[in-house]
């Protein structure tokens, strides 16, 4: 199967400089969701990019493999949008499924479902719809008096009548390509907006004797577009629920689940705790009995095993931190290997980054190490087995193991000295 993302149009209600399928949820843009809702259903993806195109196309050439992003210029609407895959799809026959690159939520679950039902229905055409109470904006289903599907109206297009229907269509298709590609040399754009319209082939396929077919989505907030930042709040909020229940059904205490924020991407092993304002961002892996937060951060890429705390005003970025180790305040750890049974006193950082050079550098800190509150180890640097850093120390050179490594200046006692000024 192959998927086609439409992510060309404006969003101009973002008021954004960065296109709208680049904006961010807990560290994943929009369109990654959608990419990644898709990845183990599709073998090709084509996303459909205009406004923005360049920043899109850049985005999607590093993080994803199998996708080809095809220009749209001028965005004359959905239908038109699709027709730009049809130069690359000409001797194709099989299933697409179509999306928007602003539906976060849509889950590979339920395109699994979805798309099941194209296939054992014998649908060539099926629309994906929902139930809202305020169906406002959303292209209204209509169908015939045996339940049938009619055709797709747009609000704009839609008798007062019409505008009482509240199954909308949310904007996924699943097309048996090879009977539908040559609906798009057809499609007209005599409507409200002037536009071609892709709801436009439910039509087109009735009167060309194909089945058309609609599968009713029961979780309709999967649908939900992001169109404002007010939206994108929203769905953050939906997808972090969504996340913490799960977790929470797996056996992970979440003790505040009104506060704390937990990627989509984070896997979480039973019997770990996560404390109040924890905020987990990016793909992460966390095993067993670690106790996370309150106010940790983990921006991403990082992996820790089991047993591990990592306490109060602790940040960690792409580290893998090995199991029984504690880093229990005030601590940055990135881009760093730490072993097992460690010890990271409070304050510790690990200076990974140069401003000058704007070269990020590897931390090895190996089993056992005990490292002093308020330690600095300037990367690239390496930590042997069981060496003990004191308390205040510059690391600039690697430690040897078992080794005490301290760069403190000696204590000074002026005995009497305050006595001089009173
Ligand atoms: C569309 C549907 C509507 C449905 C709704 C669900 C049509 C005509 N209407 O309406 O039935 O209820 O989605 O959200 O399809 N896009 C392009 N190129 C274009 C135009 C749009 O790539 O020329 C992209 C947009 O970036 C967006 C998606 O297509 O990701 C949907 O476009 P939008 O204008 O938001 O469609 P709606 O009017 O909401
Ligand atoms: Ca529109």
Same mark, same amino acid.
């Given at each position: 199967?192959?998927?086609?993302?439409?992510?060309?149009?404006?969003?101009?209600?973002?008021?954004?400089?960065?296109?709208?399928?680049?904006?961010?949820?807990?560290?994943k843009?929009?369109?990654?969701?959608?990419?990644?809702?898709?990845?183990?259903?599709?073998?090709?993806?084509?996303?459909?990019?205009?406004?923005g195109?360049?920043?899109?196309?850049?985005?999607?050439?590093?993080?994803?493999k199998?996708?080809?992003?095809v220009?749209?210029?001028?965005?004359?609407?959905?239908?038109?949008?699709?027709?730009?895959?049809?130069?690359?799809?000409?001797?194709?026959?099989?299933?697409?499924?179509?999306?928007?690159?602003?539906t976060?939520?849509?889950?590979?679950k339920?395109?699994?479902?979805?798309?099941?039902?194209?296939?054992?229905?014998?649908?060539?055409?099926?629309?994906?719809?929902?139930?809202?109470?305020?169906?406002?904006?959303?292209?209204?289903?209509?169908?015939?008096?045996d339940?049938?599907?009619?055709?797709?109206?747009e609000?704009?297009?839609?008798?007062?009548?019409?505008?009482?229907?509240?199954?909308?269509?949310?904007?996924?298709y699943?097309?048996?390509?090879?009977?539908?590609?040559?609906?798009?040399?057809d499609l007209?754009?005599?409507?409200?907006?002037g536009?071609?319209?892709?709801t436009?082939?439910?039509?087109w396929?009735?009167?060309n004797?194909?089945?058309?077919?609609?599968?009713?989505?029961?979780?309709?907030?999967?649908?939900?577009?992001?169109?404002?930042?007010?939206?994108?709040?929203?769905?953050a909020?939906?997808?972090?629920?969504?996340?913490?229940?799960?977790?929470?059904?797996?056996?992970?205490?979440?003790?505040?689940?009104?506060n704390?924020?937990?990627?989509?991407?984070?896997?979480i092993?039973?019997?770990t705790?996560?404390?109040?304002?924890?905020y987990?961002?990016?793909?992460?892996?966390?095993?067993?009995n670690? #106790? $996370? =937060?309150?106010?940790?951060? &983990?921006?991403?890429? *990082? /992996?820790?095993?089991?047993?591990?705390k %990592? +306490?109060?005003?602790?940040?960690v970025?792409?580290?893998k931190?090995?199991?029984?180790?504690?880093?229990?305040?005030?601590?940055?750890i990135?881009?760093?290997?730490?072993?097992?049974?460690?010890?990271?006193?409070?304050?510790?950082?690990?200076?990974?980054?140069?401003p000058?050079?704007?070269?990020k550098?590897?931390?090895?800190?190996?089993?056992?190490? #005990? $490292? =002093?509150?308020?330690?600095? &180890?300037?990367?690239? *640097? /390496?930590?042997?087995?069981?060496a003990? %850093? +004191?308390?205040?120390?510059?690391i600039?050179?690697?430690?040897?193991?078992?080794?005490?490594?301290?760069?403190?200046?000696?204590?000074?006692?002026?005995?009497?000295?305050?006595?001089?000024?009173i």
């Open positions: 199967m192959k998927s086609i993302i439409l992510a060309a149009g404006k969003g101009t209600r973002m008021k954004s400089e960065t296109p709208k399928v680049l904006h961010e949820i807990m560290g843009t929009l369109l990654g969701y959608v990419l990644d809702s898709v990845t183990n259903i599709c073998d090709e993806n084509f996303v459909i990019v205009g406004h195109a360049q920043k899109v196309e850049e985005f999607v050439n590093k993080n994803y199998n996708t080809k992003t220009l749209q210029t001028p965005q004359l609407g959905t239908g038109h949008a699709v027709s730009m895959v049809c130069p690359y799809l000409e001797s194709f026959e099989d299933d697409v499924i179509i999306l928007c690159g602003d976060p939520l849509i889950t590979e339920t395109l699994k479902e979805f798309t099941d039902f194209h296939k054992k229905s014998n649908s060539d055409i099926t629309v994906m719809s929902t139930i809202f109470e305020n169906p406002t904006n959303y292209g209204r289903i209509i169908r015939n008096s339940n049938s599907l009619k055709c797709i109206i609000e704009k297009d839609a008798s007062d009548e019409q505008k009482a229907i509240k199954e909308v269509n949310t904007g996924i699943c097309l048996d390509w090879g009977k539908i590609k040559s609906a798009f040399k007209k754009s005599d409507n409200a907006q536009e071609y319209y892709l436009d082939i439910i039509e396929g009735n009167s004797n194909l089945k058309v077919n609609a599968f009713i989505l029961t979780q309709s907030e999967e649908s939900f577009g992001i169109n404002s930042r007010l939206n994108l709040a929203q769905a909020k939906l997808m972090n629920e969504r996340k913490l229940n799960e977790l929470m059904e797996n056996g992970v205490t979440i003790v505040d689940p009104t704390t924020w937990i990627s989509q991407d984070t896997q092993d039973k019997d705790i996560i404390y109040p304002s924890t987990i961002e990016g793909t992460n892996k966390i095993g067993k670690c #106790k $996370i =937060g309150p106010f940790a951060h &983990l921006r991403g890429d *990082v /992996e820790i095993a089991d047993n591990i %990592i +306490g109060n005003f602790v940040e970025k792409k580290s931190i090995n199991s029984n180790t504690n880093a229990g305040h005030l601590s940055y990135g881009d760093s290997e730490v072993g097992s049974n460690v010890n990271i006193g409070a304050g510790t950082i690990t200076a990974n980054y140069n000058l050079t704007k070269v550098s590897k931390t090895i800190i190996k089993d056992k190490v #005990k $490292i =002093g509150s308020n330690s600095v &180890l300037v990367a690239p *640097v /390496e930590v042997e087995e069981g003990n %850093i +004191g308390a205040g120390s510059i600039t050179k690697n430690i040897p193991s078992w080794a005490l490594a301290i760069t403190r200046s000696p204590l000074k006692i002026l005995e009497n000295w305050v006595k001089k000024f």
